[in-house]
């Protein structure tokens, strides 16, 4: 077969791109149409699935008619809020299908079903529209006790309760109403609208039975009006015309599914018959391209493979030319230069092999010299050999180094872990005393004493609280020390987390006459992911010490947010500012410093550890943040520190602020000689969208009640000159209605000496809830009279008991612990059983049923853990387990609380929160019995 000359085809390289594109561009073809092909029959596809879908939507639309037309409008929560999920569901599906439809009508596909498409949507329209109609008639018709039914009845019951009315008269008249409503025939109403004329006749025109008879037809009039219009029972009306539209769009959508398969078949077989042309178009041209080029390729190929055959033939000798064939054009350009290169590797051949012959000589005389080189190298190798022992040698040091190292590093970790078990140790052996000490102490001061002795029993409860601190903090400051101290980030309420802090000092700040105030700003998160116990541990020791070095004047404490990110992360800053003793400048450097004392003089005034401080450093800097400190002698002290917190993203029952709704613009005075409290008080109404008029004297409030008008007061009660008393007095007396609310330390009695001069008496620092709630309820026309005063009755009475019963196990292996525990509870009324062990425990609670069990931790034969833990898996009716225990790391509140027990209670015992651990007992039996009596 002879071949066109081309000339660029001399190049082989040009040949095979030649064929490779050739080949690619039928590949290509043949791909286009693949594509366009599936798309169309993915479209088809999609219209398929759509249609089908809006079948589904139908059914699902028409089962919630049905759910509606059964029971849906039988609730009341329908014809209260006109929403009811059946009938709503039914409108938005017949929406979506309408929508749908309207979409399939304008999508791209070659199906001719246009005209049945149009027609589905037309009787979607029309049950869109009945459907909605069908619900405000249902909605106006009512049922039972709302809408015109509801209206009805009432007329009906009214008439029967009034006995005006013949009982014969009215109770056919009622049985006529029934009939109609459940049979809806009209020849009952007629019979109801005769009856109804009857007793119609008998009654004055004009009288309240007569107006009651008439409302009562009238009502009725419409209850078979609506009826008649939604047609329920018969064969017209809005009920009998929905599901006429909906049996017609069963039928046109069989019809249009069955056309739109029929034209998707063809359709899908004519694609199918295409591409299969395509395909066989495609294959038959690859082929022939194939042979083709396979012929026109290999033809130089084949020249040059014989002419290698006879050049290898020739043994290295000339070879002669091989006769040239004319059907074959000059070989291409690589053939060419190959020839070219087989007479040129021949001579090269000839006068390499002669080389290599004289290079050979030159090689041996050099292997002489290279078995020198190799003697003078294995000298070098022993010498080396002896390097590398002697480096082994050293490395063998180095390792038994790293041992002892690591030996070492063992030993401190054993030496710091039984420190820290020292630490744990004496913290619960010094704490089991001390809970008879504090416990007899709490008892005595339950008793009658004269003033010098009640001196004596309060500073025993100081001292011991005071010996407690210490230990806490040097606990605190070794686990920290030893790096074994982390963190516990979890949810929690900040504003809770700071009242509880202010709740701590405010019995004592009331007494020393300090005001503690403090200031969130608006824009800090109410609920943040942090650990809050060490933030209350930063702010009451903070708060403490200011307090301590104050005394008079206020501590401040607010709180700010620095930054905020997009991913929820905070920087949080805290300030506690006092106007105390202040420190001086000299001193500061070392007031982070462990056991380190501003003042470490033999008669220095205040005590303390030294550690708070330097505790407080290491807990900020475990939350990524940084503690500094500014002061001025005689002027205060201001404490700053940062912590880096996570805002909280769950669905949280948020305390809600109040907002005094219709109160908008009232005028609120106060009256409060300390600049920072009335700054609060200020930012906060205004919050509230109430106008504040603020003074810093009562004098100065009467002068503003003179030229403004006032809707309340609010007053401190020491302030200079003039008191809240003698103020508020002299308001009553010009203005009797004017609601007066005094801010008073606690414990003030005030509110019961005057009664009527106050609304209300909020004890300091003032919440910001319970100031919203005492606000709103005082601007209320006869608000009434709300004290917040927190009283201090006697804590350990026999009504407790009376209060709660319960029966009690106490397990404690501690004579003096036995004996204060048994004498808390007979002062509370209770007679409780002793367990010397777990193992007594154990057997106790099989033989007797107990409500709760004060269990201790550390006891003989059986610990408390042990003894929780088999007590939970037992089958017995559980018992509230409430630890009691002188290991007072969090870890240990942890375990107990991993073991199955309810509540923890750390030696020594507080009697509060010891009362509130029982009365929580109690509301919790008392909660788990109701459960068990409601109804299945």
Sequence with gaps: MKFPHIQFLRSFKTRLLLSFFTFIFV?????????????????????????????????????????FMLSGYHQPSFYITGKQKDIDQFLALQTSIGSHLTKLRTAKNQLNINSPLDSLSVLSRHTLLEGQL??????????????????MRKYAHWIEDSSLVPKTGILQLRRHEKDYMLRGKSAYADLFFDQMGILLNREHRGSKTFNNLVNYKTHFTLLTKYTEQLGINGKTGIVPQTQYDINQFDRQYAYTNTLANQEAHNLYQWFNHLLISISVASLFFIILLGFLFSKYLTRDISELNKRMSAFIASDFHDIKEAPAEHSIMPNSIEIEKLYNDFNLLKTT????????????????????QMRGVN????????????????????????????????????????????????LATMSH???????????????????????????????IKNSGETLLSVISDVLDFSKIESGKLDLDPHQFNLRQCIEEVMDIFSGKVARIGLDLVYQIGYEVPAHIIADSLRLKQVLINLVGNAIKFTSKGEVFLGVSLLSRTDDHSLE???????????????????????????????????????????????????????????????????????????????????????VLAGHEGKVILVVDDNQTNRKILQVQLEQWKLVPLMAASASEALTLLAKHRIDLVLTDMQMPDMDGIDFAAIIKNKNAKMPVV????????AKTKYPGLFTAVLNKPVKQQQLGRVIQTSLQQNPEPEVHQQSTPVLLTPEFAEKHPLNILVAEDNLINQKLILRILSKLGYEATVAQNGLEVI??????????????????????????????????????????????????????????????LSKPIHLESFLTALSKVDITRQRQFNTQLKPI
């Design 572 to 658: 949080l800053a805290f300030e506690v500012k006092d106007t105390g003793i202040g420190i001086p400048r000299d001193k500061l450097p070392r007031l982070f410093k462990a056991f380190s004392q501003i003042d470490s003089s033999t008669t220095r005034r205040y005590g303390g550890s030294g550690l708070g401080l330097a505790i407080c450093e290491r807990l900020v800097h475990l939350m990524e943040g940084q503690i500094t400190v500014e002061s001025q002698l005689d002027l205060g002290t201001t404490f700053r520190f940062s912590i880096k917190a996570e805002e909280s993203q769950q669905d949280i029952r948020l305390h809600v602020p109040y």
């Design 375 to 422: 003697q003078e190298l294995q000298e070098q190798s022993e010498e080396l050999q002896a390097q590398s022992e002697e480096l082994r040698a050293l490395n063998e040091e180095l390792l038994s180094q790293r041992q002892q190292e690591q030996a070492a590093r063992e030993d401190a970790e054993k030496a710091n872990q039984a420190k820290s078990v020292f």
């Design 349 to 368: 051949l000839k006068t390499y092999i002669n080389n290599l012959n004289q290079r050979t000589g030159e090689l041996q005389k050099k292997s002489e």
């Design 27 to 67: 590949i290509l073809v043949w791909m286009i149409a693949y594509q366009v092909i599936d798309g169309q029959q993915t479209r088809l596809r999609a219209f398929s699935a759509k249609l089908t879908e809006i079948q589904i939507q139908y059914l699902e639309s028409t089962a919630y008619l049905q759910k």
């Design 843 to 904: 057997a106790l609670t099989e033989l007797h049923k107990f409500d709760v069990i004060l269990m201790d931790i550390q006891m003989p034969m059986m610990d408390g853990l042990e003894a929780t833990q088999i007590i939970r898996s037992s089958k017995i009716e559980q018992p509230f387990i409430i630890a009691m225990t002188a290991n007072a790391m969090p870890e240990d509140k942890e375990d107990c609380l991993k073991a199955g027990m309810d509540d923890y």
């Design 429 to 459: 052996e010094i704490r089991t005393p001390m809970n008879g000490v504090l416990g007899m102490a709490s008892l005595l001061e339950e008793t009658t004493l004269n003033n010098e002795q009640r001196e004596y029993v309060s500073t």
């Design 742 to 749: 005094l801010l008073s330390s606690r414990g003030d009695e």
């Design 134 to 151: 069908l619900k405000s008639v249902f909605l106006a018709r009512g049922f039972e006790n709302y809408g015109v039914e509801g209206n």
